[in-house]
């Protein structure tokens, strides 16, 4: 069997790649080429960026974000 020639990438090197995109006004085509990937999964990633940045503005993780971090937080406070 062929050795898999994907590539992974971690939260931040996608962070990264989008936020050239977001950042430039260099096509998201040629980002895609420079980086190796597809539009499709660029597309993918951004999509998933959005969703995760809903979710985290919805206030939904708050308290549970007070728990994991031990924080007293509050909802516009600043901390993070």
Do not use: F
């Amino acid at each position: 069997m062929a050795e898999s020639t994907r590539r992974r990438w971690t939260a931040q090197q996608k962070l990264g790649i989008l936020e050239e995109a977001r950042k430039t006004d260099t096509p998201v085509s040629e980002i895609c080429c420079k980086h190796q990937i597809t539009p499709t999964v660029y597309c993918d990633w951004e999509r998933k960026a959005r969703i995760s940045a809903l979710h985290g503005l919805s206030g939904a993780d708050i308290l549970l974000c007070k728990r994991a971090c031990n924080l007293n937080c509050t909802p516009g406070s600043g901390c993070s």
